[in-house]
């Protein structure tokens, strides 16, 4: 069963071949023996999940079943979970049990999901290795020393080990594609707006974007369909209809034009990674798809302005985590402002604060004009950098990473770690959508192919993703890490 | 631009974060590198270009004012570390 996709597993549920109990009991286990090494779960939620999967073998019985119903899945800790712990992979919320439900939380249990638990994460979605949160650092199942990305790395990696055959991310900077590279699965992050932020703890409000990470572009669509949609308690959530992106995936590619940024196959990238992502292009050529190369002048000025705008929002955002409300609290505080300064010292850890600290220095008097309104004019240049790539070409490709994942511990310069996202942050600062493929393996790691379309393009973007994975494998490799645990 | 011991501390004080003297020199470099990063923008010509604030150039719209939640104080306050008569109890800071 951990090895099926979310759709085998809807048809097997469907054709009576096991029951959601059978199959929630059977991840649990799965879970209870593997997670110990990989470390991708904060919470596991073993008896609300059991409580789920009888209700949806209750109402499949009465023939009330949807198409998610049943299912099971995992939800990174970022997602408030109502009577769950919602740490967002920090210290600070260590103690923090939701009292509600994130929107796209109510969306999936409406839908008949059922969720195992909650995925660790870097704290506060700050990270691209997941190196940082404050529960440990969470392994590569394709190779147990290598990181498996981040912000989402517990959800790319509790996929990529059949632990649960899909799981939600977030996507600030690259948080759901560049771990759904280095873990060799399936990860789309929506159009900015599409999916409603609500009850998502918030690090970087312009850029963060909730979508799915599975193992095919199908779950995705299947998941994307019960997750988008407006929400009238996030301003930012776009009234729009959602289609039903899983049907809309038959569409021949014959007459597609794809561009290949030239900006995304200079220095920095690794040889072997753009040999593949070069080969998959040619499939696309095989499928009838044109190509021609494009220019984003702008795309070396992405990660300068994401390191202005993000952290300042951050800085903001995380200035509600003050020791006084819910959250951690310092001991014996002798005034208020040590309550303060002393709750959110021992609270955050080193990358948190140092976001906090670039934020709060470039939103300062005297640096404001300097630094953020130049950030936020340059990112309306990146954007229009898109806009005219797409007046030329259909879908833009190129590589999710410049390398396959690195080793654990082996990136301790912020600066370097920061320059792991520079084909992924440019479109959270256009709020395009994009979605990370497997397409190759490079010395037993995974490498992603990045699809990128305009704005609200998911159902194109999901079907060229698709089509690849009609006539490619590269989805299907599993990593040996676990399979003697069948 | 390089930044000064003294520089953090003043961002740390705004930001009410705790740091010792130990602490902050140890975030001078990194930020300082950060910002050298950052300063790659200055090059870029942005004369007459609006800045972007939301992604899609959309203007926050405005809800209907009108009461849309409910009250569920003891709910929520059931988080706080310390709560009395239905406030938020902090350290006392006016003795």
Request: proline share 5%.
């Amino acid at each position: 069963m951990h090895d099926m996709t979310l759709t085998e597993l809807a048809r097997a549920l469907e054709a009576g071949e096991f029951t959601s109990r059978q199959l929630t009991e059977s991840l649990l286990a799965r879970i209870e023996r593997l997670d110990g090494e990989l470390n991708s779960f904060i919470s596991v939620t073993a008896e609300q999940a059991l409580a789920a999967a009888d209700a949806a073998d209750a109402a499949r019985a009465r023939g009330e079943a949807g198409p998610l119903t049943g299912l099971p899945l995992a939800l990174k800790d970022i997602f408030c979970t109502q009577d769950v712990k919602t740490s967002c992979g920090s210290k600070m919320l260590d103690n923090f049990v939701a009292p509600y439900d994130a929107h796209v939380v109510e969306k999936l249990k409406a839908a008949g999901t059922v969720s195992l638990g909650k995925t660790n994460m870097d704290e506060f979605a700050m990270g691209s290795s997941n190196e940082n949160s404050h529960y440990g650092p969470v392994k590569n199942p394709w190779d147990l020393a290598a990181v498996p990305g981040g912000s989402s790395g517990g959800s790319a990696a509790a996929v990529a080990a059949g632990l649960v055959p899909a799981a939600l991310g977030t996507d600030t900077g690259g948080s759901i594609r560049q771990p759904a590279a280095f873990c060799g699965i399936t990860g789309l992050k929506p159009t900015y707006g599409r999916v409603s932020r609500y009850g998502m703890v918030a690090y970087a409000s312009s850029l963060d974007q909730g979508g799915p990470m599975a193992r095919t572009a199908e779950d995705c669509a299947l998941l994307l369909s019960a997750i988008a949609g407006h929400d009238l308690r996030d301003s930012t959530s776009v009234a729009r209809g959602v289609p039903d992106y899983r049907a809309e995936l038959g569409a021949s590619l014959s007459g597609l034009k794809i561009g290949l940024p030239k900006e995304y196959f200079g220095d920095g990238l690794d040889p072997a990674v753009e040999t593949a992502i070069r080969e998959a292009v040619k499939v696309y050529e095989s499928l009838g798809a044109t190509v021609q190369e494009v220019s984003l002048p702008h795309t070396h000025h992405a990660i300068p302005a994401y390191y202005v705008i993000a952290p300042a929002e951050a800085s903001s955002n995380l200035s509600r985590f003050d020791g006084v409300r819910f959250g951690h609290r310092c001991d014996a505080p002798t005034d208020l402002e040590d309550l303060y300064k002393r709750s959110r010292a021992e609270g955050f850890g080193d990358e948190v604060k140092r976001r906090i600290l670039i934020g709060t220095h470039t939103l300062s008097e005297g640096f404001f004009d300097a630094y953020y309104k130049k950030a936020q004019q340059v990112r309306r240049l990146i954007r229009q950098d898109f806009m005219d790539a797409f007046e030329e070409v259909d879908v833009l490709m190129g590589p999710s990473t410049p390398t396959p994942a690195f080793d654990l511990g082996a990136n301790k310069d912020p600066v370097s770690m920061y320059l792991q996202d520079i084909y992924t942050i440019a479109i959270n600062l256009a709020g395009i959508p994009g979605i990370s493929v497997p397409a190759g393996n490079i010395d037993g790691r995974p490498v992603g192919l990045q699809i990128l379309g305009p704005h609200f393009a998911e159902s194109q973007l999901l079907n060229v993703a698709h089509q690849f994975q009609q006539v490619t494998d590269w989805h299907q490799q599993r990593p040996a890490f676990g399979k003697e645990n069948a | 631009m390089a930044l000064e011991p003294q520089d953090v501390q003043r961002a740390a004080h705004l930001a009410r974060l705790g740091l010792d003297e130990t602490e902050a020199n140890r975030y001078v470099d990194d930020l300082t590198r950060i910002l050298k990063m950052v300063d790659q923008l200055q090059a870029v010509d942005t004369d007459g270009v609006a800045p972007l604030a939301h992604p899609l150039d959309a203007t926050q719209r405005l809800r209907a004012d009108e009461v849309t939640e409910t009250d569920q104080r003891e709910r929520f306050q059931q988080n706080a570390p310390a709560v009395e008569s239905g406030l938020y109890l902090v350290p006392r800071v006016v003795e």
